[in-house]
């Protein structure tokens, strides 16, 4: 279904409204425009790729007028940055998650897509010639097609198991990309990288015939005798 293009401009316009009426200085004003233009232009952008249609549009925009007026709400009332910052990252969370309660499956699989290649893209930004090497290089997006590619091709997946199994991948590709954005030391999180793996391959055995589990299993153990085996080496 075909957005009307006068409707999703009159919803752009109202988000837009409604955000600056949270902001009483020039200063604050201007952050608020910006907030708002850069939510309005992430409309825009979803609009067009993820097909979405009146109804997806209206919701959507009410999501982002309403986590706007909370950010407002949060910014006046914490006492110092860091307490701040955490109120901020917990409302983005919801914000996503409300946002991704109105999409269909396939859109929420283009959407998570998007999220990764921005991530991906301002990860790059910072972090250089530094980049990582290996298994963990590109950006979430990346190592999720790769992931998929490999267990497609050994484990003689279907196209529908292919298709579960790249969301799967991309979804726990995004959330490990997070926490490690989030991590202020190098080993910090280590236990909540092995839950989110954990959780990962348990959800891809659940796509998985019998046979099938079997040799992703043999797959593992092979890849972790390799592991050890460098280990030694080393040692």
């Known amino acids: 279904m075909k957005v009307n293009p006068k409707f999703f401009a009159l919803c752009l316009m109202a988000f837009v409204s409604i955000s600056l009426t949270f902001a009483q200085t020039g200063k604050e004003k201007g952050k ?6 850069r939510s309005a232009k992430q409309l825009e952008k979803m609009t067009a790729e993820l097909a979405l249609t009146e109804t997806q549009v209206a919701q959507i925009s009410a999501i982002n007028t309403a986590y706007a007026a909370q950010m407002e709400a949060a910014k006046e009332a914490a006492t110092d ?9 917990t409302l ?3 914000k996503t998650a409300a946002v991704k309660g109105v999409l269909d499956s396939e859109q929420l699989a283009k959407f998570e897509a998007m999220k990764s290649e921005g991530k991906g893209k301002r990860g790059e ?30 484990l003689a997946l279907s196209e529908a198991q292919a298709t579960e199994v790249a969301a799967i991948n991309l979804d726990y590709a995004a959330k490990m990309n997070a926490l490690k954005e989030a991590s202020t030391e190098r080993g910090a999180n280590r236990e909540a990288f092995k839950t989110l793996r954990t959780e990962q391959q348990t959800a891809i055995k659940a796509v998985l015939t019998a046979d099938q589990v079997t040799a992703y299993e043999a797959m593992k153990s092979d890849r972790k005798g390799k592991g050890r085996k460098k280990g030694n080496r080393r040692g």
């Open 81 to 89: 940055k860091e307490s701040q910052r955490a109120t901020f990252k």
């Open 32 to 37: 608020f425009r910006d907030s708002a233009e």
């Open 125 to 154: 930004g910072r972090k250089g010639k530094r980049g990582a090497s290996g298994k963990n290089a590109g950006t979430p997006e990346e190592r999720a097609q790769k992931q998929t590619e490999r267990l497609t091709e050994q």
């Open 92 to 94: 983005r969370v919801e």
